[in-house]
């Protein structure tokens, strides 16, 4: 058997979180699911790809073509937006509070450790990042940092866009799920 093939548990034991883990966590759940039903993203791509074909209509100078090509490269990633909306909706209970345990999270695997406790406390206090934790701000407003969070989450299977975790597999959350609870000290 394959590791591919072995069960995988695609779930999050809270009983090892802390109270502030978990309202972390049922903050992201609530996120997660209102993601799931605004189809936000599918609008937006709707839109934009009513746009492109207006654009295509009417393009006859290379300016209007250059209009339609620089309009056409928002299309990848409003797609991917839209397909992890319709995922989440298909969700499971239990697979969208892995998916959303992973989204809220996934930051921590490439903090560095003394601010992971200041990035858990700022998500359970929904305050201002900049202004109440100006080292972690400091550090993940970064270009460097995203890239370092995508590189990471690519290694696992997994991808970002709009600071949102993107999966094919539910397996690849699993693994990141391990990986953040060794990080927060759980496992």
């Given amino acids: 058997v394959s590791p591919e093939d072995k069960p995988v548990a695609l779930t999050v034991d809270r009983s090892v979180l802390t109270g502030i883990q978990r309202k ?9 699911k209102a993601l799931a039903g605004r189809r936000e993203w599918a609008a937006r791509l709707d839109e934009l790809e009513r746009k492109i074909a207006d654009l295509r209509l009417r393009a ?6 250059r209009e339609v090509e620089d309009v056409s490269k928002n299309l990848i990633p409003l797609q991917r937006m839209a397909a992890i909306e319709a995922q989440a909706a298909k969700e499971s209970d239990s697979l969208r ?11 921590v695997i490439v903090l560095p450790l003394p601010q992971v406790a200041d990035y858990v406390a ?35 299977g997994l991808g970002l866009v709009n600071d949102t975790v993107e999966y094919a597999d ?18």
């Avoid at 006859?60 to 073509?65: E, L």
């Avoid at 900049?130 to 696992?156: C, M, W």
């Fill in 97 to 107: 509070e892995l998916a959303a345990f992973c989204q809220v999270f996934a930051p």
């Fill in 170 to 187: 539910a397996r690849h959350l699993a693994l990141l799920r391990d990986r953040i609870m060794e990080i927060l000290g759980k496992k």
């Fill in 60 to 65: 006859t100078s290379d300016a209007a073509q």
């Fill in 122 to 156: 700022w998500k359970a206090s929904g305050k201002n990042l900049e202004k109440s934790y100006p080292a972690l701000y400091h550090e993940i407003a970064t270009v460097r940092f995203k890239d370092n969070l995508e590189g990471a989450l690519k290694q696992l």
């Fill in 24 to 32: 972390v966590l049922d903050e992201a759940i609530t996120a997660r």
